[in-house]
T-cell receptor, first 114, second 111 residues
Framework: KAGVTQTPRYLIKTRGQQVTLSCSPISGHRSVSWYQQTPGQGLQFLFEYFSETQRNKGNFPGRFSGRQFSNSRSEMNVSTLELGDSALYLC?????????????FGQGTRLTVV | KNEVEQSPQNLTAQEGEFITINCSYSVGISALHWLQQHPGGGIVSLFMLSSGKKKHGRLIATINIQEKHSSLHITASHPRDSAVYICAALYSGGGADGLTFGKGTHLIIQP
């Protein structure tokens, strides 16, 4: 069975631009969570979607947003990019959420803001 | 503040050694995850625990709810076990489903 697919794998953007990242979860999984990983802050939770609804949000500014479609695919958008947004962005899918089911991670999208 | 502390931060061992990585969390949690990250960024979920002990091959994970502590053990370690191991806790309450991560343990197994 196919794993979690994130596209694109690598991205270079300029400050001030916006970017959209995509995550296709494992078939049948309804929960998709997004995480940011940087050398300084490590892994941090961005938000989680379940059945097209944002169920929880981490401590990130409003420039970071997301959505989930009826087929459970999720997108994450970052507007007005800053240099500090350079990071590895990971998504994870699970059947019901990380409180009671295992999370499966994608390979990540490495975003570089110049 | 909900935190997750891991130790050691770095660990170098010889092939065949028994490895222990520790994780402490500050308040009650509903689940604890152990993750493995290889160079290049891909993360693999190793275990999800809410109580007791789980075993998969040479990996064993335990959690002590009273002491707010979890350990990941690797028996008969092998160079292919070299990776970053990350503990992540899901804190109870508020309907939150966002993991709080430790900073990771960089493990190197030398042949």
């Amino acid at each position: 069975k196919a794993g979690v697919t994130q596209t694109p794998r690598y991205l270079i953007k300029t400050r001030g631009q916006q970017v959209t990242l995509s995550c296709s979860p494992i078939s049948g999984h309804r929960s998709v969570s997004w995480y940011q990983q940087t050398p300084g802050q490590g892994l941090q939770f961005l938000f989680e979607y379940f059945s097209e609804t944002q169920r929880n949000k981490g401590n990130f500014p409003g420039r970071f947003s997301g959505r989930q479609f009826s087929n459970s695919r999720s997108e994450m958008n970052v507007s007005t990019l800053e240099l500090g947004d350079s990071a590895l962005y990971l998504c994870a899918s699970s059947f019901q959420g990380t409180s009671n089911t295992e999370a499966f991670f994608g390979q990540g999208t490495r975003l570089t803001v110049v | 503040k909900n935190e997750v502390e891991q130790s050691p931060q770095n660990l170098t061992a010889q092939e065949g050694e028994f490895i222990t990585i520790n994780c402490s969390y500050s308040v009650g949690i509903s689940a604890l995850h152990w993750l493995q990250q290889h160079p290049g960024g891909g993360i693999v979920s190793l275990f999800m625990l809410s109580s007791g002990k789980k075993k998969h091959g040479r990996l064993i994970a335990t959690i002590n709810i009273q002491e707010k502590h979890s350990s990941l053990h690797i028996t008969a370690s092998h160079p292919r076990d070299s990776a970053v191991y990350i503990c992540a806790a899901l804190y109870s309450g508020g309907g939150a489903d966002g993991l709080t991560f430790g900073k990771g343990t960089h493990l190197i197994i030398q042949p």
